[in-house]
């Protein structure tokens, strides 16, 4: 598999940001199939609600453990509803966020982010001994719902970086 970064490695802060999501435990083998079944679940809920927004999908990651349960929610920017049981509303936490934008391997590109934040000062706010993460993303900056080839797309990581 090809793997083109676009953008970063970098630092960039965001502010606070509205989100609705579907959030779910699944084993990490086959977590790609479930975010992709979420994406279409999300995309149809919005469509019947006739919500629009700019922002972009993401898969964010809760917890990880690759080699048992992953915690992951598949969501979008910009919308401000109180969801409706499945679908709930979220926020981005602010703060500063390494990023990489890239198109191809994910593996390649999460090794590259996590020894770029690992040779800095930084540390991610997470906990590493429960895999819980404050702010871990993948951005995808190429809408599926007009882009399916998933080859085609480029995908941002996001992950959230501890104070100080």
Same mark, same amino acid.
């Given at each position: 598999?090809?793997?083109?970064?676009?953008?970063?490695?970098? $630092?960039?802060?965001?502010?606070?940001?509205?989100?609705?999501? $579907?959030?779910?435990?699944?084993?990490?083998?086959?977590?790609?199939?479930?975010?992709?079944? /979420?994406?279409?679940?999300?995309?149809?809920?919005?469509?019947?609600?006739? /919500?629009?927004?700019?922002?972009?999908?993401?898969?964010?990651?809760?917890?990880?453990?690759?080699?048992?349960?992953?915690?992951?929610?598949?969501?979008?920017?910009? $919308?401000?509803?109180?969801?409706?049981?499945?679908?709930?509303?979220?926020?981005?936490?602010?703060?500063?966020?390494?990023? /990489?934008?890239?198109?191809?391997?994910?593996?390649?590109?999460?090794?590259?982010? /996590?020894?770029?934040?690992?040779?800095?000062?930084?540390?991610?706010?997470?906990?590493?001994?429960?895999?819980?993460?404050?702010?871990?993303?993948?951005?995808?900056?190429?809408?599926?719902? $007009?882009?399916?080839?998933?080859?085609?797309?480029?995908?941002?990581?996001?992950?959230?970086?501890?104070?100080?």
């Amino acid at each position: 598999m090809t793997f083109d970064v676009s953008d970063g490695p970098r $630092i960039e802060h965001r502010d606070a940001a509205p989100t609705v999501g $579907i959030r779910l435990v699944t084993p990490f083998r086959g977590m790609l199939g479930v975010r992709d079944q /979420l994406l279409a679940e999300l995309a149809a809920w919005l469509t019947e609600r006739d /919500l629009h927004t700019d922002g972009p999908f993401f898969l964010r990651l809760h917890h990880v453990d690759m080699a048992a349960d992953m915690e992951i929610e598949v969501g979008v920017f910009g $919308i401000d509803h109180p969801g409706d049981g499945r679908v709930r509303a979220g926020t981005q936490p602010p703060g500063d966020y390494a990023l /990489l934008a890239y198109r191809g391997s994910s593996l390649q590109a999460n090794r590259m982010l /996590l020894g770029w934040v690992d040779e800095s000062t930084r540390d991610f706010d997470a906990d590493p001994s429960t895999g819980a993460w404050a702010g871990r993303f993948e951005v995808l900056r190429t809408d599926p719902r $007009i882009e399916p080839r998933k080859t085609a797309w480029t995908t941002e990581l996001a992950f959230l970086l501890a104070e100080g």
